[in-house]
């Protein structure tokens, strides 16, 4: 019996020590906070693609609607004076979406610092690219909405933005107030959800 017991203990001991978790190392480390901070990135990355589509729409539009009316000077003054309102908002947002993505140096040091380093630098750019979006939101939402309403009611309500005024502010306000709520959802699922998250990462960092 007593040999019988020896080799349970035995038995259950190898089985207690393949039951351990393998120690983490600082490879395996790296690789789950990228991969956190990736999930979270990819978030923004898409809110990124659908500001490039949108400025395309409106420069498209713009550019169909002079050509399409080629003569007509006041139309044709009108698109002009919208792209030119419009484009350095474009600049400005291209200058920020280089500097959100571009890669972070190498640092030298020990893995746990240099990957704490590496998400406090996203977090930090994610930070200023979202402070910059809620600075260009305040532009760019009354200035890309009065550029559609002028246009549109230009060519097609009977006496223009100067012959409905009332009509012509009451649309503005209200594709104003319909953006400014869609763009409060889209930042708290693209930038401050994130933002949140990557604050526990380096929470967890710091304890680790």
């Not at 990135?41 to 399409?68: D, G, N, P």
């Not at 005024?165 to 994130?194: D, Y």
Request: include cysteine; glycine fraction near 6%.
């Amino acid at each position: 019996m007593a040999r019988s017991d020896e080799l349970e203990n035995v038995w259950k001991e190898g089985m207690a020590r393949e039951a351990e978790p393998a120690p983490l190392t600082g490879e395996d480390l790296q690789t789950i906070v990228a991969s956190r901070v990736r999930k979270e990135v990819k978030k923004v990355s898409e809110f990124v693609w659908a500001a490039i589509v949108y400025q395309i729409i409106l420069y498209s539009f713009l550019a169909h609607t002079f050509i399409r009316h080629w003569g007509d000077m006041k139309i044709m003054l009108l698109c002009l004076a919208g792209a030119a309102c419009y484009i350095p908002l474009t600049v400005a947002l291209i200058r920020r979406i280089r500097t959100l993505f571009r890669r972070p140096s190498e640092a030298p040091g020990s893995m746990v610092p240099d990957v704490f380093r590496k998400v406090e630098d996203e977090y930090a750019r994610l930070a200023d690219f979202f402070r910059f979006k809620r600075r260009m939101d305040w532009i760019g939402v009354p200035v890309s909405c009065a550029i559609i309403v002028l246009v549109t009611f230009t060519l097609f309500v009977e006496g223009g933005i100067e012959g409905n005024p009332l009509a012509g502010l009451a649309v503005f306000a209200l594709w104003v107030g319909l953006s400014l709520i869609a763009i409060h959802a889209e930042n708290k699922k693209r930038f401050i959800s994130p933002l949140r998250h990557l604050e526990l990462v380096i929470d967890d960092l710091k304890r680790s």
